[in-house]
């Protein structure tokens, strides 16, 4: 492509009533380039004939075939304007002199494609003769090059015809002393009577050379000197284009996108100038790892630089993800060897995003999206290291990411729904309270729990907004079960709270608005916060949950013991219970004399679990705690925990998470011995 700003100085206009640039037709004597091709034909046996004799004097008059003489004599010079003809004369010599004298390189062709004369600058430009007699007769096209391709060829034979009106080129000529040089070739119709052309040749190798120096800076990094985003990008997306992979190679493709771990603490400590030093040895050593890895392969991998710390290999033709991998290995390892940069010592890591992919179908967006995507990983799995692009994992993040950006309309638009698991008393049986779990049904991905969704929700805030109103609405179902079994006795209703609830809301001016709403009596309520979120809590947190449980609110913390498991500090917290997690009780499933192993048994009880859970529930018995118990599933379980004084419990051996219909009727079978 040629540079907009470099083109005029390649490619100078024609003066299309002559045929000649415009900066030639200057040099002319006053009159001449006007009047240049219908004067031709008339001048034809003293310029076109290389043998034409050259002794015409100066002052001679003209015959212009009319029988009328024109002109003066005046030296050699013509007088414009002077006698009755119809146009200005000139003289034979003089024409042939000024040819003869151009200094752009020119030649009239005949309508057969054979030179009828040319000028010595043309000879001396190709280095064919000594001057412009021995190129008289010569195929023009072979001269410049205009039959090496179809269109070019087919474009010339056009003008030739007299059917189009110019045609200009750039060709890349042969000097028989063995260099190269680039011409700009114009090939320009003269009239028709005369039935010829003129070619006219310019050495325009300085210029594209310049435009080549030009285009090297645009398109390679000042501080590495390796190619930049725009060369990269050109590159990738020419080797993505059919044609590039179909005829030959395995068309496949690979890249490797890095970042450097830490690189912005080096230009803030350091400064920019050790900054771009270290950047110029990492380009070293990654262009090394290229040209290793390219040995004895049809090509070596390109190494750029994207911006800031961001380097890219790309790997045309590659061979599988082993290629990839292994070229990410190296690349890893010749890094982590310290530079050393004037006498400064400095060790630098870097996270590594590995694709590699059939050609066919994939876009140079969606390439370097997934690399993207890849690299993150590699940061989020702990930097210094690669990773491999997995689909499955991509889906599950493009997932996430459509559920985030919908999770504040759907609680406007009422897409979530509450489910209730019953919390039985594992002495008596009887249903004591329900845990409100949210689910949302999501119009594309169906019903969803709330593990897939509450850490969005409490990455952007919006989880104050929904669990402000599964607040309310647990509260109201609560209420409403109380008014519609006044025979029962009421059941309370536990809601999670997100710490983040506690930071970014007034959680104590919410639950008092919602119970005053409602009609819910604040004993009917219970919070559950996890166990990180309450341990170590001062504070706004600790104020809030202490007004709380001074308003009556029952306090628990969620999944006891895969925390901070800090018994001594509960005692300075308002919390009324603990739910032991699901990982503690699953040790429970069978009592000793049930369990019969074999193939496909679950794992023999372990004597150790049943002390460290009958530890807990014992002191936190001592604190006033009431203990409940997660993920029961079996009898034997229940068994066990009732033994040891295990409070309450939760599972499927009771019922899974239901409508607020199913509790309805619980409630009501409840009630009926009463009646």
């Known amino acids: ?356 992919r059939h050609a066919a179908g994939t876009t140079a967006t969606g390439l370097m999206q997934a690399a993207d995507t890849t690299l993150y990983w590699a940061k989020a799995d702990g930097k210094s290291r690669w990773t491999l692009f997995d689909p499955e994992r991509n889906a599950h993040r493009m997932t996430r990411q459509a559920l985030s950006s919908t999770l504040r309309p759907a609680v406007e638009r009422g897409e979530f729904t509450l489910e209730y698991q019953p919390l039985v008393c594992m002495e008596d049986g009887v249903v004591r309270g329900v845990e409100a779990l949210v689910r949302w049904n999501h119009p594309q991905f169906g019903t969803l729990t709330p593990n897939r969704f509450i850490g969005l929700a409490e990455e952007d805030g919006s989880i104050v907004q929904l669990g402000r109103w599964v607040l309310a609405t647990a509260c109201r179902q609560a209420r409403r079960w109380q008014l519609d079994h006044p025979d029962a006795e009421p059941i309370f209703v536990s809601v999670n709270v997100a710490v983040r609830q506690v930071w970014d809301s007034d959680l104590v001016s919410d639950v008092a608005a919602i119970l005053a709403e409602t009609g819910l009596a604040p004993r009917l309520l219970q919070l559950e916060l996890t166990e990180s979120a309450v341990m170590g809590s001062a504070g706004r947190p600790l104020q809030a949950l202490q007004a709380l449980s001074d308003m009556g609110v029952g306090i628990a913390i969620d999944d006891f013991g895969t925390g901070y498991s800090n018994l001594a500090y509960l005692s300075r917290l308002p919390v009324s219970v603990l739910k032991l997690d699901g990982s503690f009780v699953r040790g429970f499933q069978y009592e000793s004399g049930d369990y019969e192993g074999g193939d496909g048994a679950a794992a023999p009880p372990n004597p150790a679990d049943e002390v460290v859970v009958e530890a807990m529930i014992q002191l936190a018995h001592r604190l006033g705690l009431t203990v409940t118990a997660e993920c029961v599933e079996t009898a034997g379980q229940a068994t066990r925990l009732r033994r040891i004084g295990c409070d309450t419990g939760q599972g499927w051996l009771y019922s899974r998470p239901v409508a607020p219909d199913r509790i309805s009727a619980l409630l009501t079978a409840a009630a009926c011995p009463q009646t």
């Open 1 to 356: 492509m040629v540079d907009p700003l470099i083109d005029p100085l390649i490619d100078p206009p024609v003066d299309l009533s002559t045929g000649l640039p415009v900066g030639l037709s200057a040099e002319f004597p006053v009159g001449l380039a006007a009047g240049l091709p219908a004067r031709l034909s008339a001048a034809a046996p003293a310029l076109l004939s290389p043998h034409a004799e050259a002794d015409t004097e100066a002052g001679t008059r003209v015959d212009t075939g009319a029988g009328t003489e024109t002109g003066t004599e005046t030296g050699g010079g013509v007088d414009p304007g002077v006698g009755g003809g119809s146009g200005t004369e000139v003289d034979a010599r003089t024409f042939r002199a000024t040819f003869a004298a151009a200094p752009l390189a020119m030649a009239v062709v005949d309508r057969e494609g054979r030179i009828v004369t040319a000028n010595d600058t043309l000879a001396a430009l190709l280095g064919t003769a000594s001057d412009g007699t021995g190129l008289t007769g010569r195929i023009a096209a072979d001269l410049v090059d205009l039959a090496s391709d179809v269109r070019t060829w087919h474009a010339y034979r056009e003008v030739l015809r007299g059917r189009q009106a110019r045609l200009r080129c750039t060709r890349r000529l042969k000097h028989p002393d063995g260099h190269s040089l680039w011409a700009q070739v114009t090939v320009s119709p003269l009239p028709e009577e005369e039935r010829a052309v003129l070619i006219s040749v310019s050495d325009i190798s300085g210029r594209r050379e310049l435009q080549a120096r030009l285009r090297h800076l645009q398109m390679h990094d000042p501080v590495t000197r390796l190619p930049n985003r725009t060369l990269f990008f050109e590159r990738l997306s020419a080797a993505l284009e059919a044609e590039a992979y179909e005829e030959s190679g395995t068309g496949r493709i690979g890249l490797c996108y890095l970042d450097l771990d830490g690189f912005k603490a080096v230009n803030d400590t350091l400064g920019h100038r050790v900054g771009d030093r270290l950047l110029a040895a990492v380009a070293e050593r990654l262009t090394r790892c290229a040209n290793e890895a390219g040995y004895a392969r049809t090509a070596t991998p390109l190494v750029a630089r994207l911006g800031g710390d961001e380097f890219a290999l790309l790997v045309e033709d590659s061979t599988g993800t082993e290629q990839l991998a292994d070229l990410a290995d190296s690349v890893l390892k010749s890094l982590q060897v310290p530079f050393d940069l004037s006498g400064q010592r400095l060790s630098v890591s870097a996270s590594i995003g590995v694709v590699e």
